[in-house]
């Protein structure tokens, strides 16, 4: 089975070399020939890795553990679901899912654009599988070369190599098993691996100087797919860093987070910034700069996790991959930033900014600041790396860093959400700004003044309150008027007329939705301004309090199965005397692994949650040492969360209006073709 | 009356100042430098007034608690730190015998680390040899 896989990564890297040789010549002498037989490439690399990985996940629940990877990353004990799962738990496996997931976008980009006949997208093609096939070929280079999945195990103890095979596994780290966790890392990697389709796209009208916003159309579902992943895979992230590795929180600015977030930062810029060159003309470059940008931050977000060169909490592996990822990105960003030169002449702005107070000039400053978090962050992340070359000593910075100078950041951004969207382009009257922000800055205040009043004394969450409301207020008073015309217009209700009108400009009002819920993001992280957090001895019978309730301690258990053994404690939870909950905090020894881990208790209500950890046992043997949070608020961030994905399906979704378009341009075409075939009736008659 | 293009660029300006202010504000606030344990024993009396990160073997059998303080050794290639963590965080669950710690915190005049932080990691990584047996992997392909 391993050399199945193992051959089927080396043919894979030799026909993903062909099929970029032989799309670029196709193209160059404009063999039609050379470029099929290109795509033809693509499909058979997409079913090679396919089969590499089958044969690793049936090494996995085979438990064949003379794979280095399946021994490393599984046991005999595991649960079939995390066997499964352990595919992209390690270096290797999460590297050849990768891979993976590029060649089924690029066979869903092949089989999608191939029979298209539009001379513009037919001249693109051969140019952007060229781009999809050289990133797959790094990444089976480093799968053939420096992380091979399928790496047995040999006993050298003989002196010459002899098979060896491990009695049992050293077990699947126990943070990781763990449900939201199985589906983080493929989710994150959609997202990261989604924008290299862009990027192809962008590649390939520059390379061929193509003309006009050709690409930026073809390519902005695929944008807004990888763009909901990205902040789904950012998302699950936090929500596993908050319950499974019982600090507290859930974002603590560790490189493996910062990694995600930067193509994330530049990709929000990206989306917004294509709007004006489709409306305006504008920005070309910037946005050749950005989507390029933002291919680069997914590889090196990948670099960052996979390589260890800046040390990280959870940064599992310390691998030779790095010098493989430092040279791509080198090579890729010179090549890159040479095809951009080259051709600026062809990315010239068809517009000026005309007045300051515009939709144009509050897109750049959205650009502008969104581009800034990205720059802080990757200083931050890159501190100890440039600090060593340059002064010699390693100096890091922590969170009193990234959150000083990403807090005002965020705070103006959201001010942005609520402004951008009500100025008009070119220019904005006076009038129109006091007639569309007078009520919305006065909700604002009032919110803000009764929130002062009720005791509510930090600057910080005061600031994104006001902004919170204001912008609510702002989105909901888009929708009213929308919805107000199409009402009188029509027989509808409201709610009938908010559907119709959201259906009617999907892309806009999915924006609202998304934005709203960026909103709710911001209301979540303000809260965490009000945590509270304690921690005691506490022995069976003993009460403690925190955030309104009292926590007593009813019992401690011991637990012990095949997998891990535990201890458990009881926990009551009373409110003005009244039982109210049981939480059920654990600690558990995985054996395989021989770890120890904490299970957190939750308590979530929209208000505040309550966090229980069993921290471990107090001196005397006896007691446990219970540290307990009160989070306000912090579940406002995962339901912004699913309102953010509902914004992205809704924007995904067809216009009514160009609906009905398509269907009489097919209607249309039907006609046509019809009186063709009556004339060749005719001419052969 | 300024041109729009004009008003941007000083906007912009203004941005960016503001924000490489609080960039090297926030540096100058949290900065920690990372030394060997050699460094630090040979007595630069400067490393007593930063905040620093020492990372190191803990030595077996030396963890003590005593109530909410845990002292022990860091080792690194054959030099010793006494370190003493006062910090309010329970320790990490990966903090064990062995394990490879990174401890932050400030080295005393008395050669004594006391530290506010502590990461570990488990001696045997996840991605280590199977117990019992020293090993070399070997690609099938080769």
Not at chain 1, 495 to 521: A, D, E, K, P, Q
Request: charged letters at 15%.
């Amino acid at each position: 089975m391993e050399q199945i896989g193992s051959f089927a990564l080396l043919l894979a890297l030799a026909l993903g070399i062909y099929s970029v040789v032989v799309s670029v010549l196709g193209a160059r002498r404009e063999k039609p020939l050379l470029q099929e037989s290109g795509e033809r490439a693509a499909i058979a690399v997409c079913l090679l890795i396919t089969v590499a990985v089958a044969c690793l996940v049936s090494l996995l629940l085979r438990d064949q553990f003379q794979v280095a990877a399946v021994s490393a990353h599984s046991n005999r004990a595991l649960p079939l679901f995390y066997k499964f799962a352990a595919l992209w738990s390690g270096q290797e496996g999460s590297l050849l899912f990768w891979s993976w997931l590029l060649s089924v976008y690029s066979l869903l980009v092949v089989v999608i654009y191939r029979r298209r006949q539009e001379a513009s997208l037919a001249g693109l093609m051969p140019y952007v599988i060229a781009v999809l096939m050289a990133t797959q070929v790094f990444f089976l280079l480093l799968n053939n070369l420096a992380a091979n999945p399928f790496s047995i195990w040999a006993d050298m103890s003989a002196g010459v190599p002899r098979l060896f095979l491990p009695a049992d596994g050293s077990g699947l780290n126990p943070l990781l098993q763990y449900p939201l966790m199985v589906i983080h890392p493929p989710i994150l990697y959609l997202g990261y691996i989604g924008f290299v389709v862009p990027f192809a796209f962008g590649m390939a009208a520059l390379i061929t100087r193509q003309k006009g916003e050709r690409w930026i159309y073809t390519t902005r579902r695929w944008t807004m797919v990888s763009w909901g992943f990205l902040t789904c895979g950012v998302l699950l992230g936090a929500r596993w860093a908050y319950v499974v590795l019982g600090w507290g929180g859930y974002w603590g600015w560790d490189p493996v987070e910062n990694a995600s977030l930067m193509p994330w930062l530049t990709g929000t810029a990206y989306l917004h910034s294509v709007m004006m060159q489709e409306k305006k003309g504008m920005m070309k470059v910037w946005n050749m700069v950005l989507v390029m940008g933002t291919y680069f931050l997914c590889i090196f977000g990948t670099f960052l996790t996979r390589s260890g060169v800046v040390s990280s909490v959870h940064a599992f592996a310390q691998s030779p991959i790095g010098p493989y990822f430092a040279t791509y990105i080198t090579l890729g960003v010179a090549f890159s930033a040479v095809v951009l030169v080259t051709r600026l002449d062809y990315l010239k702005s068809e517009n000026q900014l005309d007045s300051f107070l515009s939709r144009e000039s509050s897109f750049l400053f959205n650009n502008l600041i969104l581009l800034a978090a990205c720059f802080a962050v990757l200083w931050g992340t890159l501190f100890p790396v440039l600090s060593e070359a340059v002064q010699g000593v390693k100096i890091t910075v922590g969170a009193p860093y990234f959150n000083k100078v990403n807090i005002p950041i965020g705070l103006f951004l959201l001010f942005l959400t609520g402004v951008g969207p009500l100025l008009a382009w070119r220019k904005t009257s006076l009038e129109s700004l006091k007639r569309n922000f007078a009520w919305p800055i006065f909700i604002g205040g009032v919110a803000t003044v009764v929130l002062a009043i009720l005791g509510v004394r930090k600057l910080a969450p005061l600031v994104t309150l006001f902004l919170s409301v204001f912008v609510t207020a702002t989105l909901m008073a888009e929708f009213y008027r929308g919805a107000r015309v199409i009402r009188q217009k029509s027989q509808l209700g409201w709610v009938g007329s908010l559907v119709h009108l959201t259906r009617r400009n999907t892309r806009r009002y999915g924006g609202y939705i998304i934005h709203f819920g960026m909103v709710l993001i911001f209301i979540g992280i303000a809260g965490s301004a009000f945590n509270e957090e304690k921690q005691v001895e506490m022995a069976v019978g003993s009460a403690m309090e925190i955030g309104g309730f009292k926590l007593v301690c009813a019992n401690i258990e011991q637990i012990d199965n095949a997998n891990y053994a535990a201890g458990r404690a009881v926990i009551e939870l009373y409110q003005e005397g009244k039982l109210v909950d049981r939480l059920y905090p654990e600690r558990r020894f995985y054996k395989a692994s021989r770890q120890t881990t904490t299970e957190v208790a939750i308590r979530p209500r929209p208000a505040q949650d309550l966090y229980v950890v069993f921290a471990g046992m107090a001196d005397n043997g006896r007691d446990i040492v219970l540290q307990v949070f009160a989070n306000p608020l912090v579940n406002w961030v995962w339901m912004g969360g699913f309102v953010v994905v509902l914004g992205t399906l809704t924007a995904l979704l067809p216009n009514k209006a160009a609906e009905a378009i398509r269907a009489q341009a097919a209607e249309q075409a039907r006609g046509e073709r019809a009186t063709r075939a009556e004339s060749k009736h005719a001419i052969q008659a | 009356m300024m041109k729009p293009k004009t008003k941007f660029l000083v906007g912009g300006g203004i941005i960016v100042a503001v924000v490489v202010w609080l960039g090297l504000a926030g540096v100058r606030e949290s900065k920690t430098y990372y030394v060997t344990i050699a460094e630090l024993q040979a007595g630069d009396s400067a490393a007593f007034s930063k905040r620093l990160r020492v990372a190191g073997d803990v030595v077996n059998g030396s963890i003590r608690r005593d109530g909410k303080k845990v002292s022990f050794q860091l080792k690194q290639a054959e030099h010793l730190l006494p370190v003493v963590y006062v910090g309010t965080e329970p320790l990490p669950d990966t903090f064990v015998d062995g394990a490879q710690a990174i401890a932050e915190g400030r080295y005393q005049p008395d050669h004594v680390f006391v530290a506010k932080h502590i990461q570990a990691k488990c001696a045997s990584k996840y991605e280590a040899a199977p117990p019992g047996a020293a090993q070399k992997a070997a690609s099938v392909a080769e």
